[in-house]
């Protein structure tokens, strides 16, 4: 194959991804050049028209090939940007999206709303951690916080600790069916759980449907299994007055407030998206022991 310059190598990028119905296609080719060739757009523009080194142009052709068939960009360079932060991913976990931010910065303020001016450790509970983004979010903006991230995927909770080692903040990560080997009590329990009903799955883009692990995305029958589950064994490991937070479908705001209140919570609020979509459902254990 003769060399190409880079110039060349993104309109291939562009007109590949074009012809793959590609959304973004135009910023994808263009994500994948800087990713393969680590490059800024000013350098690109001043050497546009130089050959690029054939093997790296080589494996940006594949990453293209492979981008086109749907493969989600971000399993494709590995890395998924979420508050702020880098995170490792791959295709045993789900990729950070925007959307759970709303959790976080919710999570975030109501602690910082009850315990602010209280000098005590807040103890965190992430289920269904995932990358851990969730949990190490929260830990890297809480000043006094410790967590534990569950996960049922060995191969997530691999993910999450390569997580926790680069971005240096500590979390335990526990291998454990939802509470089946969780100890203690916890000041918060968080969950984004997999929330989409079984039969809407093969509806799913293909970049979620072909890619993203089925384990983190069906919440079985009516979507709804994971919220019942924790919900019911949460209070075992809440303390008194603490917080039960879970990212939600945008259809699922009213079903899984109602599992809080039927559970005894207090202060539930269904938080929405910028899209007005609900988003999030947080509630408070009651301050009594049971």
Not at 12 to 25: A, S
Not at 48 to 70: D, G, M, N, V, W
Not at 77 to 97: A, C, D, Q, S, W
Not at 235 to 244: D, N, R, V
Request: net charge negative; aromatic share 10%; charged share 30%.
């Amino acid at each position: 194959m003769a060399v190409r310059s880079y110039k060349e190598l993104l309109e291939y990028g562009k007109d590949q991804l074009k012809q793959g119905e590609i959304q973004d296609y135009q910023l994808d080719a263009w994500l994948l050049l800087e990713h393969v060739f680590q490059i800024s757009r000013t350098w690109y523009f001043v050497h546009e028209t130089e050959p690029a080194e054939e093997k790296k142009a080589e494996e940006y052709e594949k990453l293209i090939q492979r981008r086109k068939s749907h493969m989600p960009l971000q399993q494709l360079t590995e890395e998924g940007y979420f508050y702020g932060m880098k995170f490792y991913v791959n295709e045993h976990v789900l990729i950070p999206r925007q959307d759970t931010e709303i959790l976080v910065e919710e999570v975030l303020k109501l602690c910082k709303h009850l315990w602010g001016q209280e000098e005590r450790k807040i103890e965190i509970l992430d289920l269904c951690t995932g990358s851990g983004c969730i949990l190490l979010s929260l830990l890297a903006n809480l000043k006094e916080a410790a967590g534990t991230g569950a996960d049922l995927s060995p191969k997530a909770l691999e993910v999450a600790g390569r997580n926790s080692r680069e971005l240096k903040i500590p979390a335990q990560w526990l291998h454990s069916n939802l509470f089946e080997k969780v100890e203690g009590r916890y000041d918060v329990i968080v969950s984004n759980p997999p929330y989409i009903k079984t039969s809407v799955i093969e509806d799913l883009m293909e970049e979620v449907r072909l890619y993203e692990p089925r384990i983190a995305l069906d919440g079985f029958e009516d979507g709804l299994y994971f919220y019942r589950e924790i919900t019911k064994e949460a209070e075992k490991y809440l303390k008194p007055g603490g917080i039960l937070a879970f990212e939600i479908g945008y259809d699922q705001g009213e079903a899984v407030s109602g599992l809080m209140k039927k559970q005894g919570y207090e202060h539930i609020q269904v938080v929405q998206d910028l899209a007005g979509l609900d988003r999030c459902v947080i509630g408070i254990r009651n301050q009594e022991e049971t």
